[in-house]
């Protein structure tokens, strides 16, 4: 059985760092593509950042040079570092994994798996 298990979240101060994991178990080999979206208030789930097996990257424009996404494919890990972070950043984050190149904006049936979401809140 696969499992997305997310680890980080919190509270921030904005202007503050954060850093979110998450790790794929059950799986012999890294998802293709591994990533997060976030669900803040109010809002429809959205991609925040992909990055596939050949470590090309993707961003949600809300956030583009602001966070960056890696993973380590040896390890089944990704992690997403959030830098510089606004109260808009408050939300649920979501682990996903998808067998496609890349993970889609707007979630679909090409995300096959998802963590349980963690909580991020940015309030001063």
């Known amino acids: 059985q696969v499992q997305l298990v997310e680890s980080g979240g919190g509270s921030v101060r904005p202007g503050g760092s954060l850093r979110l994991s998450c790790l794929a178990s059950?799986?012999?080999?890294?998802?293709?593509?591994m990533g997060w979206y976030r669900r803040s208030p109010g809002k429809q789930r959205e991609l925040v950042a992909s990055?596939?097996?050949?470590?090309?990257?993707k961003y949600g424009e809300q956030v583009k040079a602001r966070f960056i996404v890696s993973r380590e494919n040896a390890k089944k890990t990704v992690v997403l570092q959030m830098n510089n972070v606004k109260t808009e950043d408050t939300g649920v984050y979501y682990c996903a994994a998808g067998s496609d190149w890349d993970l889609p904006e707007t979630p679909n049936e090409n995300v096959d798996y998802w963590g349980q979401g963690t909580q991020v809140t940015v309030s001063s």
């Open positions: 990055i596939n097996l050949g470590g090309e990257t």
């Open positions: 059950g799986v012999s080999l890294a998802p293709t593509a």
